[in-house]
């Protein structure tokens, strides 16, 4: 079974940053597209940031030029460092891979920002 484990959130501050990571098992990682989405209260879960098995990144546009989504193959893990953040960016955020209806999820982590 496939495993994604998020780790990396926390209470920050208004402009501050926070830097996600999603570590996965029993995956060839290096073949996967790798995506952040985020869910905040009320609303519908949302893609944030995705990073191809080559290294090609998209993302939202609300996050666009604040996160940065990046993986370490060596390491089967994916990152998003996240800066100048805001009460918006308050979201439980979710580490996604998958093939077709194959899905795999994390268990997702916290992010508040507030001051």
């Known amino acids: 079974q496939v495993q994604l484990v998020e780790s990396g959130g926390g209470l920050v501050q208004p402009g501050g940053s926070l830097r996600l990571s999603c570590a996965a098992s029993r995956i060839i990682f290096s073949i996967y597209v790798m995506n952040w989405y985020r869910q905040a209260p009320g609303k519908q879960r949302e893609l944030v940031a995705t990073?191809?098995?080559?290294?090609?990144?998209n993302y939202a546009d609300s996050v666009k030029g604040r996160f940065t989504i990046s993986r370490d193959n060596a390491k089967n893990t994916m990152y998003l460092q996240m800066n100048s953040l805001t009460p918006e960016d308050t979201a439980v955020y979710y580490c996604?891979?998958?093939?077709?209806?194959?899905?795999?999820w994390g268990q997702g982590t916290q992010v508040t920002v507030s001051s």
């Open positions: 990073i191809s098995s080559g290294g090609i990144t």
């Open positions: 996604n891979t998958g093939f077709g209806a194959a899905q795999y």
